[in-house]
């Protein structure tokens, strides 16, 4: 067999996929992979039934169905405090996950450097690897995920073309503060590079936190690719609808990358999507209020048990220390990632190694989700009881 490719030796395959695919082997509640375990808006639902029979079922325009940019435009356009225009400055992907690769192929030559804020959700590298491009790891430092704004402005210094900046942050649920932004944005533009952002829980935020679009800072419209997509917001990560937003150059450009990547997005799905980008703000103040609730429900849990944890301000996600099980005999030397599997099989929980997430060696780490029914994150804790009896 002839070689394969040099890169595909470079990063592996999805931490957060294989710990699903070994939960599902074991009678295990699953709490990496994030994704709810509750339907959709009842009217995306009926939206759906209805384009069942009406259609379309063809093609879209490879971009994204017109009705469904413009949708898209009247949603964003007061985040980002712009009136994005849905011909020129929207590309339409196969979810937030193309949304990205495809920022990186339109903006990176082989060799450009791309900063990359760690922890990380774990596609960023393999973007800028698949993008030609070098990533630099920008430490977010745990517990608080706070970061050395002149390490940003080094990297910027030394050539790099682009900043990522994941915001609410998973895994860390970190919500970007305006003086941090403000911050970052003053770089972007003093050394005209680009801000690649993925808002795709810009909804999932808990009080007092605020989400604020890097794009609606002044001077940041140009600067900025915002990358979004509908999976969580309104719970459909199956429906893989996505988005871009840009100067419309940039996304002239996305959009040619995009027809070669995957021609486009599922026709039916953006037609009964654009009933949910038409939901009244009050959608929007139940998302939040539902997942404030678990948020609260699930650490009181973990409180309960006396497991160690972040407070995520934004996501669904929380970071929990296990550092006084790794010191234990029985564990003595094991990885965050062999903790996990055991976890699996002999706790019934499943959670992601934070290895997968850092840069750094941090190795005390895992990463849970509370996207869950409340009997289910019940059970969850229960079932975590086993770990703090390790401990007496």
């Known amino acids: 067999m002839p070689a394969l490719s040099d890169r595909v030796g470079t990063f592996t395959d999805s931490v957060i996929r294989r710990m699903t695919r070994i939960n599902n082997q074991y009678d295990s509640i699953n709490l990496s992979q994030g994704f709810p375990d509750f339907d959709p808006p009842k009217q995306l639902l009926d939206a759906l039934a209805e384009t069942a029979y009406k259609g379309p079922h063809q093609y879209a325009v490879t971009f994204g169905a017109q009705n469904f940019r413009e949708a898209l435009a009247k949603k964003t356009s007061p985040a980002l405090h712009h009136e994005v225009d849905p011909n020129t400055e929207i590309c339409v992907t196969c979810g937030g996950t193309e949304a990205m690769m495809a920022a990186m192929m339109t903006i990176c030559n082989p060799g450009d450097k791309v900063m990359i804020f760690s922890p990380f959700y774990e596609n960023y590298g393999a973007d800028a690897i698949l993008s030609g491009a070098e990533p630099i790891y920008i430490p977010l430092v745990p517990p608080t995920y706070e970061f050395d704004i002149s390490l940003i402005e080094k990297g910027f210094a030394e050539g790099a073309k682009a900043l990522i900046l994941c ?86 450009g996305a959009r040619k990358v995009h027809d070669f990547l995957t021609v486009g997005a599922a026709a039916p799905l953006q037609e009964a999507a654009v009933a949910g980008l038409e939901m009244p703000a009050s959608y929007y103040e139940e998302l939040q209020a539902l997942y404030t609730e678990k948020r609260d429900h699930f650490l009181a849990g973990l409180d309960r048990v006396g497991l160690k944890h972040n407070v995520p301000q934004g996501t669904y996600f929380v ?10 005999p029985q564990f003595k030397g094991w990885t965050d990632l062999q903790f996990c599997e055991w976890m699996i099989r002999e706790v019934g929980v499943a959670a992601v190694p934070g290895s997968s997430f850092f840069r750094e060696p941090v190795n005390h780490l895992i990463r849970m989700h509370f996207a869950r029914g409340t009997d289910v994150l019940d059970e969850a804790v229960r079932r975590l009881e086993k770990l703090q009896a390790l401990l007496k």
Request: with cysteine; aromatic share 10%; hydrophobic share 45%.
């Open 167 to 252: 915001n609410p942050s998973n895994p860390c649920g970190k919500v970007f503060r305006r003086d941090e932004l403000e911050a970052i944005a003053k770089l972007a533009i003093q050394y005209d590079a680009f801000v690649v952002t993925d808002e795709v829980y810009e909804h999932i935020i808990y009080a007092p936190a605020e989400h604020i679009c890097m794009a609606s800072l002044p001077g940041m419209f140009e600067h900025t690719i915002t990358c979004n997509s509908l999976s969580k917001t309104y719970s459909i990560t199956g429906w893989r609808l996505g988005y871009l937003i840009g100067p419309a150059e940039v996304i002239e």
């Open 319 to 328: 970071m929990i220390d296990i550092s006084d099980f790794l010191a234990l």
